[in-house]
């Protein structure tokens, strides 16, 4: 199983990013940052995780998302939003910005949750 890793262009270069909907597809993330794969989500109530690593010096971040099929669209986008604010405030810390502007952060995290949103839509064509 080959890992989608999704454009970096947050900030050159910001951290790299997969989106993971099942525990093998994680597991195959991770093995391909050669890293130990944690539990899928962070705890059993949790709908989507994301996992930061570190690869090669810079920010690996995976987006699990658990029980996606069937649900409303609006509530799975909601999911990534909330994950590419985690994925932000870690490449925050990782550069330093203790104190980011907020237009910074605002197309920031558009960014992050547009490309994971981009890759579920992508994906869900592929599987009808």
Excluded at 5 to 30: M, T, V
Excluded at 40 to 45: K, M
């Amino acid at each position: 199983m080959k890992t989608q890793w999704l454009d970096r262009r947050i900030a050159a270069p910001g951290p790299y990013l997969a989106l993971c909907l099942s525990p093998d597809e994680f597991k195959a993330a991770c093995k391909d940052i050669k890293c130990a794969p944690p539990p899928f989500l962070a705890t059993p109530q949790a709908q989507a995780t994301a996992h930061v690593f570190e690869h090669r010096g810079k920010t690996a971040a995976i987006v699990c998302i658990s029980d996606w099929q069937g649900r409303n669209p609006v509530e799975v986008a909601g999911l990534l939003v909330h994950e590419a604010v985690h994925i932000w405030q870690q490449y925050a810390a990782d550069i330093g910005e203790r104190y980011p502007g907020a237009e910074q952060e605002a197309y920031a995290i558009q960014s992050i949750a547009q490309e994971l949103m981009s890759e579920f839509a992508r994906r869900q064509s592929h599987h009808a």
